[in-house]
Every structure is written in structure tokens, then in C-alpha cells.
């Protein structure tokens, strides 16, 4: 069975940063593309970011680009999200997700639980 689970979330001030990590079990990183969600209070799930296994191209969403950064560790079979520059409006449950092929474009079918960002003064 496909197993994700996030972790480094937690409240931080504005300006701050995170790095949020996803623990892959039982299927392999370099076979499929790899990407972040996060859901805001009230709102529905939106794409953060995503890396490609077949070329590892990244895509960012507007409202994060130059801040956010996606990595991955294939032989430890780790997703990472490094958060900069954290802003109020980035509060929300971060998800980890596993798409069916190897191209962002491909449908995603698994996700995490999820960690909890908090940015607030």
C-alpha cells in the first residue's frame, strides 16, 4: 500500500521559514511525479508545486514562486518543500501527493494526512 506522511510544520512569524518533508513507503520516488497541496481555512486544495520524474521540471504556483522550493532524495526516497519568506495568506494543511505517471500533468490519486503551517506575528 502507498504510504505518505508529512512533517516540519508548526507556527512561525512572518518572514520565517519551514522546510516540510514526505516520507514515500512502498513505492519508488524516481517512478512518478511528486507534488505539494495545501488547503487554507474555508478553502478547497489548491497545487503548490510539483516535480517531474521523467525530466525533473519544477512548476510553482504565482503566489509562490521565488519562494517556495520542491526537492526530492530518491535514494531516501524523501519529497521536500522549502518555504521562505512565509507570508499570513500561507497558513493552511500542507499534503504531500503522489500523481499516477511521471509528468505533473498525469491524476493524482494519493495524498498524506497532511502538517500544519501557521504564520501569525
Known amino acids: 500500500q502507498v504510504q505518505l506522511v508529512e512533517s516540519g510544520g508548526g507556527l512561525v512569524q512572518p518572514g520565517g521559514s519551514l522546510r516540510l518533508s514526505c516520507a514515500a513507503s512502498?513505492?519508488?520516488?524516481?517512478?512518478?511525479?511528486m507534488g505539494w497541496f495545501r488547503q487554507a481555512p474555508g478553502k478547497e486544495r489548491e497545487g503548490v508545486s510539483c516535480?517531474?520524474?521523467?525530466?525533473?521540471?519544477?512548476h510553482y504556483a504565482d503566489a509562490v514562486k521565488g519562494r517556495f522550493t520542491i526537492s526530492k532524495d530518491n535514494a531516501k526516497n524523501m519529497l521536500y518543500l522549502q518555504i521562505d519568506n512565509l507570508k499570513p495568506e500561507d497558513t493552511g494543511v500542507y499534503y504531500c501527493?503522489?500523481?499516477?505517471?511521471?509528468?505533473?500533468?498525469?491524476?493524482?490519486?494519493?495524498w498524506g494526512q497532511g502538517t500544519q503551517v501557521t504564520v501569525s506575528s
Open positions: 501527493v503522489k500523481y499516477l505517471g511521471n509528468v505533473c500533468t498525469s491524476e493524482y490519486h494519493y
Open positions: 516535480i517531474s520524474s521523467s525530466d525533473g521540471r519544477t
Open positions: 512502498r513505492f519508488l520516488l524516481d517512478y512518478y511525479a
